[in-house]
């Protein structure tokens, strides 16, 4: 019966396992439930409405059925509820992977997992956010199998390779699990040859999924164009050549998320000021357990700890030795998790009533627990932004229609040409918001009608006219060579608008001599 079927598997879990699946639902609520219950769409989302997301051309293979779960509506309450379950999923799994003794432990993971930054921009694409958060469990419970069971590496190449043609960050967040788990490891039983044998059981897992994934990606360039979007036409070129800029370049991004105030001219904010605090807390335990449980003795062991360590800030940027064109943003870096669940799988092991491990402890609770506060009002104040941006963009659209709508002509226009963008400057979004939270992909910026079939599924989708674009060369040429395109005043001018011929013509660009 289903019921005995459900008591049986609540019996192989751990408790920890259960409080940390409740409490990334309720945090993941607490988070994120202001876009769940509203429609915020950005530039993506005009576009995406309903989408089957064959996002082949990206490498993507295998979005389109994980996104179809939902269906392939941009539906913010079940998307977002299937999303915040996958990630109370790999809260779960975290818990047993890295075998979490506290309850308490439980909770500060689960807490990162669904208010990581990553997770609030993701949601500013709802229309494909639990396509991609399923991924990230498979690659979690890829890991998981790989280590927990003898033929487990069969289920782990299935369900890594499955998460790489969904999203390909999935790769440097799946090595830096890997490598974190293998630090825990040498802490807790200094054996380094055992560490060796499971990370070689890891990276045969990736490997062969890449071996998969590649000449899949191959086929397909072969038989249609691979988007050069962040460098996905060279991708399959792996090499080490010019790998000092490679380096160089890993450094400088790594820099600029976690201390940017101290590489480049801008003021410390929370989400600066305790990324900070992480590190050094992180560190501080790493040394500590070190040396308080004679780790240093196995020299071996304590080498390899400081070359993970190392090694954790380029495994999250290892997609620039795909192509140097990746263009890294908020979405790609879940990765970065693995260095801020550090001091919680330290804080976890500390049991001894100590002066030292009572005030790390305690350190480590309460920067864990701000952190993770901060990253909610971060994904807040980002759908704070998100709304003010959706009702400016759509107020522009609508004014620029009701303005069009008079003309004569209007009704039988049947093209669609925008001339330049319209540039809006609101303190807010322009200088408050960019000095005060990290760069939240998707969610920033005064509106997202940047590009003119923004307009187009605007007009179709939020107030239902439909437009072809002008887009043949020929003929767009000929429109700007008339005399009433030239003469256009600039929006919000009146005459910023136009019915020339067959199309409407909406001017954002200053004319120079006339062109």
Not at 27 to 32: R, S
Not at 97 to 107: E, G, H, M
Not at 125 to 154: C, E, R, S
Not at 324 to 336: G, P, T
């Amino acid at each position: 019966m289903p019921e005995n079927i459900l008591t049986h598997l609540l019996k192989r879990t751990s408790k920890q396992q259960r409080i940390a699946f409740l409490s990334a639902v309720i945090i993941g609520l607490l988070c994120h439930l202001y876009i769940m219950v509203n429609y915020l769409p950005n530039h993506d989302g005009t576009i995406n409405i309903y989408n089957t997301q064959k996002k082949y051309s990206l490498g993507r293979f295998l979005l389109s059925p994980l996104a179809g779960i939902s269906s392939y509506f941009d539906l913010t309450w079940v998307n977002g509820w299937l999303a915040i379950l996958y990630l109370a999923c790999t809260a779960f799994m975290l818990v047993a992977l890295f075998n979490i003794k506290k309850n308490s432990s439980a909770i500060l993971m689960s807490a990162l997992v669904v208010t990581f930054p990553v997770v609030s921009s993701t949601f500013g694409y709802m229309f494909t956010a639990d396509g991609y958060m399923l991924a990230t469990l498979f690659t979690v419970i890829a890991i998981y199998m790989t280590n927990q069971y003898k033929h487990g590496w069969i289920v782990g190449i299935v369900l890594f390779f499955i998460a790489l043609a969904t999203y390909q960050a999935n790769l440097p967040f799946m090595m830096t699990l890997v490598t974190l788990y293998s630090i825990q490891q040498l802490l807790l039983k200094s054996n380094v040859k055992q560490t060796l044998i499971r990370l070689g059981k890891q990276a045969f897992v990736a490997i062969s999924s890449l071996l998969i994934y590649f000449p899949l990606f191959k086929w397909y360039q072969s038989k249609e164009a691979i988007t050069d979007y962040q460098g996905l036409s060279e991708a399959t070129s792996l090499s080490t050549q010019g790998i000092g800029t490679k380096i160089s370049l890993m450094i400088e991004k790594f820099n600029s998320f976690f201390f940017a105030p101290l590489v480049s001219d801008v003021n410390w904010t929370p989400f600066d000021v305790l990324n900070v605090c992480i590190i050094v807390i992180g560190i501080a335990g790493l040394l500590y357990v070190i040396v308080s449980e004679k780790v240093y003795k196995h020299v071996s062991a304590t080498l390899l700890i400081g070359l993970f360590l190392i090694a954790l800030p380029f495994l999250t940027y290892s997609l620039y030795f795909v192509s140097e064109n990746v263009s890294y943003h908020m979405l790609m870096v879940y990765s970065h998790i693995a260095i801020y669940l550090l001091p919680v799988l330290i804080y976890d092991r500390l049991e001894r009533l100590t002066i030292p491990t009572v005030v790390y402890s305690w350190s480590a609770f309460i920067i864990v627990v701000v952190t993770s506060f901060n990253f909610m009002l971060i994904a807040n104040i980002s759908y704070f932004n998100a709304t003010l941006k959706y009702e400016k963009s759509t107020a522009l659209a609508q004014s620029i229609y009701n303005e069009a709508s008079h003309l004569d002509g209007f009704m039988e226009a049947e093209y669609l040409y925008v001339d330049g963008r319209y540039a809006m400057d609101a303190t807010l979004s322009t200088d408050i918001l960019p000095n005060r939270i990290p760069e939240m992909t998707g969610l920033m910026g005064e509106h997202f009608l940047a590009q003119p079939y923004h307009y187009q599924y605007v007009f179709r989708n939020h107030i239902g006219h439909n437009f072809e674009l002008l887009s043949d060369e020929a003929d767009v040429k000929a429109l700007q060579q008339t005399e009433e395109f030239k003469t256009m005043g600039v929006w919000p001018a009146k005459d910023a608008v136009k019915v020339i011929d067959d199309v409407l013509v909406i001017n954002f660009r200053e004319r120079t001599n006339g062109q």
